[in-house]
C-alpha cells in the first residue's frame, strides 16, 4: 500500500513509490522546466529537451542532486529548481476533469 509523505517526516523515510501519489495532484503545466510533446515519451511530461519526466528525478530525489545530475545528464540547479517547484506544490489539490 502506497503512503504520501507529510511535511514533518524526514525525506529519507520516505521510499520513491510515496511521491507518485502526490505528483498526479500537480499542476506541471505551470512548471517553465518541463514540456509535454506529442510523440516524445507518449506525451508524458519531461523537463524541457530531455526525455526524462520529472517522476523518474522525484523517484530517486534521496540519491541526492549529484547522483541524479550525473546519471540523467541534467544540470544540478535544474534538478533543484524542479524539486523547489515540487516541494511548493505538492501540497496543492488539483481537480482534474473526469
Same mark, same amino acid.
Request: net charge positive.
Given at each position: 500500500?502506497?503512503?504520501?509523505?507529510?511535511?514533518?517526516?524526514?525525506?529519507?523515510?520516505?521510499?520513491?513509490?510515496?511521491?507518485?501519489?502526490?505528483?498526479?495532484? /500537480?499542476?506541471?503545466?505551470?512548471?517553465?522546466? *518541463?514540456?509535454?510533446?506529442?510523440?516524445?515519451?507518449?506525451?508524458?511530461? $519531461? =523537463?524541457?529537451?530531455?526525455?526524462?519526466?520529472?517522476?523518474?528525478?522525484?523517484?530517486?530525489?534521496?540519491?541526492?542532486?549529484?547522483?541524479?545530475?550525473?546519471?540523467?545528464? /541534467?544540470?544540478?540547479?535544474?534538478?533543484?529548481? *524542479?524539486?523547489?517547484?515540487?516541494?511548493?506544490?505538492?501540497?496543492?489539490? $488539483? =481537480?482534474?476533469?473526469?
Amino acid at each position: 500500500m502506497r503512503r504520501e509523505p507529510t511535511d514533518s517526516e524526514p525525506r529519507d523515510n520516505c521510499l520513491g513509490s510515496c511521491y507518485i501519489g502526490i505528483m498526479k495532484h /500537480i499542476d506541471w503545466t505551470e512548471c517553465p522546466l *518541463l514540456e509535454t510533446v506529442p510523440g516524445k515519451m507518449s506525451g508524458q511530461t $519531461v =523537463l524541457r529537451g530531455t526525455r526524462v519526466r520529472p517522476r523518474d528525478l522525484l523517484i530517486n530525489r534521496d540519491q541526492g542532486v549529484d547522483w541524479l545530475a550525473r546519471n540523467h545528464g /541534467i544540470e544540478q540547479e535544474t534538478i533543484r529548481k *524542479l524539486f523547489a517547484f515540487y516541494d511548493a506544490h505538492k501540497s496543492a489539490r $488539483v =481537480l482534474h476533469p473526469a
